[in-house]
């Protein structure tokens, strides 16, 4: 039977947003002016789940969803409005910047209050002190107060902390972004360790292809619900789709003269079919429909693709591949074939351009506005594929 490391039952947490209620004619002939009044906001509600034992599930969707509220449900800094939550373990978490530290205590004093606050005994933080700021990198500073720090230097030792008192359910918000690359880099390796050791995460993330590449599932929230949950590379797609281009318009770009305009845009596979989830060595073919205005000599179309995250991967145009665009008039299409897409698993985001040749009128252009998913079946890792071999020249055979 699998063992469940958190719980949720009808979740819901309400908070009282005072606000003003409409004058009243008493109010104003009496110069009282507005009351206060408290409305109720639901940040989080109805949310039901389980989490098994050893899994790491990113919590994704827009500000405002209700994300980092789950967490400190989860956490038990606040507590619920209805419903219950259950997480079986020691808990760490690391849901807010500088949230645990006195700001007028050392580091090192800090270490010992937020192990304390875990219920770590003190003898057990003296054995693992020097492991904690030796992750954090803070040795130089491990003795002044936590005010001076910065923002990255709060990250590394909060996330110094709540891993080496080795939890057995690891709570993440976005926090981890402040910190560099480096740093990030040190984590990612610490959550694959605990990963690799059957500990149960759960973190908030916007950076959408780290929730793909460490999560086994996704959870994604709009307006304090848990909409969807399944494998990541699903619910990310679901998500890019439902906030972005002409499902959403949040986040996209679109300008131009419309001299020339993009109507529509179909992606298609090897056969035909109307698709947003490709694979690495197959085609995928993109099938833009568009309508000139008047006849245009020489236009050029081009596309971008960037990472779930915003990554710029690659962009190109018919001017650069020396293929010459016919006379436009009235509706027609347009096909581009990325043949084989060489593009490895993750979550991507087309755009599409038709421009002057030389480059001075954009007619049209859809900026950050069809996204698709890419499944790997080969196990290869990287944002492409590289055609590769080994060769051992001399060996015997």
């Known amino acids: 039977m699998t063992e469940i490391a958190i719980a949720a039952r009808g979740l819901g947490k309400c908070y009282r947003v005072r606000g003003l209620a409409p004058p009243t004619l008493f109010g104003t002939l009496t110069g009282l002016g507005r009351r206060a009044r408290a409305e109720k906001f639901w940040a989080l509600r109805g949310v039901d789940f389980d989490i098994p034992r050893g899994r790491t599930v990113g919590v994704i969707g827009p500000n405002g969803s209700g994300k980092s509220s789950l967490l400190g449900l989860v956490a038990g800094t606040i507590a619920p409005t ?83 008192m080795d939890p057995d359910i690891l709570l993440i918000d976005e926090v981890l972004a402040v910190g560099d690359i480096a740093f990030q880099l040190k984590c990612l390796d610490r959550i694959r360790d605990f990963q690799k050791r059957g500990k149960t995460l759960l973190f908030v993330s916007h950076a959408l292809q780290t929730v793909e590449e460490f999560c086994d599932e996704a959870f994604l929230m709009h307006r304090g619900a848990l909409v969807e949950r399944g494998r990541p590379d699903e619910v990310i797609l ?14 996209t770009q679109e300008f131009g003269t419309r001299e020339v305009e993009i109507r529509a845009a179909r992606m298609l596979d ?94 049209h252009r859809r900026e950050d506005w069809y996204p698709f998913a890419v499944r790997n079946p080969t196990g290869a890792l990287g944002l492409f594929h590289l055609n590769s071999r080994w060769e051992f020249p001399g060996a015997a055979s």
């Open 238 to 251: 679901r998500y890019l789709r439902s906030y972005m281009g002409e499902g959403g318009m949040i986040y």
């Open 270 to 363: 090897a056969a035909g079919r109307e698709t947003g989830i490709f694979e690495t060595g197959r085609p995928m073919i993109v099938e833009i429909e568009y309508e000139a205005r008047r006849p245009i000599e020489g236009a050029v179309f081009g596309f971008s693709v960037k990472t779930g995250n915003g990554l710029y991967v690659f962009g190109s145009n018919s001017q650069i591949l020396r293929q010459p665009t016919p006379r436009l008039e009235g509706v027609g299409r347009a096909r581009l074939a990325l043949d084989p897409l060489t593009l490895m698993q993750g979550n991507f985001i087309l755009s599409l351009a038709i421009h002057s040749a030389d480059h001075a009128t954009q007619y």
């Open 82 to 164: 209805e419903g219950a939550v259950r997480a079986v373990g020691r808990i760490s978490s690391l849901l807010e910047l500088g949230a645990g530290f006195h700001p007028d205590l050392t580091g090192r004093e800090n270490v010992f209050l937020n192990a304390a606050i875990l219920g770590i005994a003190r003898e057990d933080v003296r054995r693992r002190f020097d492991h904690i700021v030796e992750f954090a990198g803070l040795r130089d500073f491990i003795d002044q107060p936590v005010k001076h720090y910065s923002s990255g230097m709060y990250v590394r030792l909060g996330f110094a902390v709540a891993v080496e």
